[in-house]
């Protein structure tokens, strides 16, 4: 329990945020109304993605960018991958107007009533800044859990990287479909 009597679970799982890229001029441009549009329709595409994973959720949504909890590696990175492949398709169609930004990250945190908190989560956070337009970025501990599995997906070692406020580098691996 917490000092304030709440109890405190841990979990372990995979951790996506995303990130709208271009969302702020965006909204300065066509205003609140449109944006709140684009913010719907991400969540529609999301809840989609994550449909047939048993143990997923948004936890939280973050102004234009989502933290998601999805409780296998497997899992989360179908999710991830299906997730970006959508919104790219709504892209490429029109549909949608904006590029997303993903990072995601396997390892442990607390659960604290329907907040998730602790350093799995900052490195998530911080591998998601790393993404570009259009981009998958993971962690070489999600990409650990699959030990020799085959993954269905293209991937590109981006290398041991620095993230703030984590000691050790983060090795990031960018996926493709």
């Known amino acids: 329990m917490t ?4 109890n405190v679970e841990e979990c372990t799982g995979a951790i996506l945020f995303t990130d709208l890229v271009g ?19 991400q969540r529609e595409i999301v809840d989609g993605a994550l449909g ?19 409780g296998s590696a497997a ?17 490429t169609a029109g549909e949608f107007p904006l590029a997303v930004r993903m990072g995601m990250h396997y390892g442990s945190a607390l ?7 602790g350093q799995s989560i900052n490195i998530a956070s911080r591998v998601a800044d ?4 259009g981009e998958l970025l993971v962690s070489g501990d999600l990409i650990g859990e699959f030990s020799g599995q085959l993954i269905d997906f293209e991937m590109h070692s981006v290398g041991p990287v620095r993230v703030k406020g984590v000691i050790d580098p983060i090795w990031i691996n960018r996926l493709s479909a």
Do not use: H
Request: proline share 1%.
């Open 3 to 6: 000092q304030a009597g709440e």
């Open 23 to 41: 969302f702020t001029a965006y909204t300065s441009s066509l205003g609140d109304l449109e944006a709140l549009r684009v913010l719907d329709r």
């Open 52 to 70: 047939d994973a048993g143990d997923a959720r948004v936890v939280k949504e973050l102004g234009d960018g989502l933290m998601i909890w999805i």
């Open 75 to 91: 899992e989360g990175l179908r999710c991830a991958m299906e997730l970006m492949l959508a919104i790219e398709n709504e892209r």
């Open 111 to 117: 659960v604290r009533g329907d907040d998730l908190v």
């Open 130 to 133: 790393l993404a570009g337009p």
